[in-house]
């Protein structure tokens, strides 16, 4: 069983920065790819990036290129989604993804395994 939690949300103004991290609780994080998701209010929830098992492979959706990046700990269990150049339209509540499916320009999250969410609001 493979429990994820968020952090690092939080109140930025645009143009600002934030490192979301997502610590799993179980030993075979190092087996799993991970994938970022968020929801607006009032929208249905969309892909933002994703990273595979070891690392050395990852994509970010358009709307994020060249501002969201990834990272991830293996050792610590942990994953991580540094934003940079936020803006208005990045407010909403970020969710990590475990045991999805990773290909080259796609990621298909594992319904099992999903964190709670962070809250992120980016004032103009």
């Known amino acids: 069983q493979v429990q994820l939690v968020e952090s690092g949300g939080g109140l930025v103004q645009a143009g600002g920065s934030l490192r979301l991290a997502c610590r799993s609780s179980?030993?075979?994080?190092?087996?799993?790819?991970l994938g970022w998701f968020r929801q607006a209010p009032g929208k249905e929830r969309e892909f933002v990036a994703a990273?595979?098992?070891?690392?050395?492979?990852?994509f970010t959706a358009d709307s994020v290129k060249g501002r969201f990046t990834l990272s991830r700990d293996n050792p610590k269990n942990t994953g991580y989604l540094q934003m940079n150049n936020l803006k208005p339209e990045d407010t909403a509540v970020y969710y990590c993804?475990?045991?999805?499916?990773?290909?080259?320009?796609?990621?298909?999250?594992?319904?099992?395994?999903w964190g709670q969410g962070t809250q992120v609001t980016v004032s103009s």
């Open positions: 179980g030993r075979a994080f190092v087996r799993y790819n």
């Open positions: 990273i595979n098992w070891s690392g050395e492979a990852s």
């Open positions: 993804n475990a045991g999805g499916t990773f290909n080259s320009d796609s990621y298909s999250p594992y319904d099992q395994y």
